[in-house]
């Protein structure tokens, strides 16, 4: 029973052919975890962790017009790419909390009534690199999205641009993130999963313009103990109740 949506970390194959039931916890954790990665796109938009850490070292010692100036999420343009449950509840923080244009690219384009109830506007993969103030990651992880975000993706956004990625580690080529934050090709980052976890790129630890937390979207205490019910529920359904999880009865 796996506690989580995602599911790259299981070897499907094999457990299909060992004929080993697998089962995932969807839905419970959409709203916890848009709530977090719209909290970690404003954090990394405005600064948040830096101001903190600048605080704290006691730097603050008098106020500039400029300090710690960053960027505006209001009425910006917000770029989602994967356009799931989650950047669906993301879209709708966006267009209708904040007034953002947002815009998205995915495997496939929404239907054209969901689109207008988002307030979303398909593009193509290198426009939305192109237009997006912030970018947020949500798509699934697997071998087409294995570094959907590298270097010549960077290349491609705008220097005010902010990447905020609450998908999974192995989307973004770590490496080629951090040298573009380190020559401010982009203005900033906030990352939630990272290739290698808990392991993180050494260079994403020494720069001050990323802000970095330990794969916690979905740590409400509500959250993870919903997930933790349907996780139960999961089991007790291929134990004998003669239904898969989920609820779909088994023949």
Known sequence: ?????????IDLAACTAHGVLVSNTPDVLTETTADFGFALMMATARRIAEGERFLRAGRWTKWSYDMLAGSDVH?????????????????????LGFRMAVIYHNRSRLDAALERQLGARYVGKDELLRDSDHLVLVLPYGAESH??????????MKPGATLTNI????????????????????????????EGEPSVHPDLLALPNVVLTPHIASASVPTRLAMADLAADNLIAALGCGRWPGGRRRR
Do not use: K, P
Request: glycine share 16%; no cysteine.
């Open 1 to 9: 029973m796996q506690y989580a949506v995602g599911y790259n970390n």
């Open 75 to 95: 009425g910006a343009t917000l770029g989602i790419l994967g356009m799931g449950r989650i950047g669906q509840a993301i879209a709708r923080r966006g267009a």
């Open 147 to 156: 570094h959907a975000i590298g270097a010549a993706e960077l290349a491609l």
């Open 167 to 194: 998908a999974r580690g192995g989307i973004v080529d770590d490496a080629a993130l951090a040298v573009a934050l380190r020559e401010h090709r982009i203005a900033a980052a906030g990352l939630d999963v990272f």
